[in-house]
């Protein structure tokens, strides 16, 4: 998916920092389905839906409602008229949106290819760029967040339950018993000195 911004920057932290190398970007991208969101804080319609957006997006990846994040991840792509309108739309949003920087030429490429004639819209694209669904507005609205495992496995993404958290930091690969074979080794080991502990008191 990193390949659809190969060469762009796009905006984190409500435009606070950007994401613009290709290590990054295939860190935040890899393995996600990529919501591509065309709105603007102006619209009607868009400040009808955004809110609905906003809640669909934190009961899937905010601590507050769930464990462990989805694999979603969204960029706004702004129809706003101003730099401060985004600005101020985005603050209004998830931290953990990304954006295109305001004004990006890129921004009328993706409404071409992905055939936006009017906002607001969502693409759902796989983690190769394949579309999911060409407008996901109506699919949000009825469903909630619902839609998003009917996604996940029309993309066919890699269960992060089979990996620990430290497996995902540690770049040397590992076969996928390893996580199983490293909890045994811990449990036997724990057991171990329980057994040593009890002889002593004998």
Same mark, same amino acid.
């Not at 949003?93 to 409404?111: T, V, Y």
């Not at 990996?163 to 995902?168: P, V």
């Given at each position: 998916?990193?390949? =659809?911004?190969?060469?762009?920057?796009?905006?984190?932290?409500?435009?606070?920092?950007?994401?613009?190398?290709?290590?990054?970007?295939?860190?935040?991208?890899?393995?996600?389905?990529?919501?591509?969101?065309?709105?603007?804080?102006?619209?009607?319609?868009?400040?009808?839906?955004?809110?609905?957006?906003?809640?669909?997006?934190?009961?899937?990846?905010?601590?507050?409602?769930?464990?462990?994040?989805?694999?979603?991840?969204?960029?706004?792509?702004?129809?706003?008229?101003?730099?401060?309108?985004?600005?101020?739309?985005?603050?209004?949003?998830?931290?953990?949106?990304?954006?295109?920087?305001?004004?990006?030429?890129?921004?009328?490429?993706?409404?071409?290819?992905?055939?936006?004639?009017?906002?607001?819209?969502?693409?759902?694209?796989?983690?190769?760029?394949?579309?999911?669904?060409?407008?996901?507005?109506?699919?949000?609205?009825?469903?909630?967040?619902?839609?998003?495992?009917?996604?996940?496995?029309?993309?066919?993404?890699?269960?992060?339950?089979?990996?620990?958290?430290?497996?995902?930091?540690?770049?040397?690969?590992?076969?996928?018993?390893?996580?199983?074979?490293? =909890?045994?080794?811990?449990?036997?080991?724990?057991?171990?000195?329980?057994?040593?502990?009890?002889?002593?008191?004998?």
């Amino acid at each position: 998916m990193a390949s =659809l911004f190969t060469g762009r920057v796009l905006m984190s932290n409500r435009e606070e920092e950007e994401v613009e190398t290709e290590r990054e970007l295939n860190r935040t991208l890899e393995n996600k389905v990529l919501l591509l969101y065309f709105g603007s804080g102006q619209c009607p319609r868009c400040r009808r839906f955004s809110p609905l957006l906003k809640d669909f997006f934190l009961r899937l990846t905010d601590e507050f409602y769930v464990t462990r994040s989805a694999q979603l991840v969204l960029v706004y792509v702004s129809r706003d008229e101003t730099r401060e309108q985004q600005r101020e739309f985005l603050r209004s949003m998830p931290r953990r949106w990304l954006a295109l920087p305001f004004g990006d030429s890129f921004q009328r490429e993706l409404e071409v290819r992905f055939s936006i004639s009017e906002v607001p819209a969502v693409v759902v694209l796989k983690p190769n760029g394949e579309v999911i669904v060409g407008n996901a507005v109506e699919e949000i609205q009825r469903g909630g967040p619902e839609c998003f495992w009917n996604w996940q496995e029309a993309a066919e993404l890699l269960d992060r339950n089979f990996l620990l958290a430290e497996d995902w930091e540690d770049p040397v690969r590992k076969s996928i018993t390893h996580p199983f074979r490293s =909890l045994k080794y811990r449990l036997g080991k724990k057991r171990g000195e329980k057994g040593k502990e009890e002889e002593k008191e004998k």
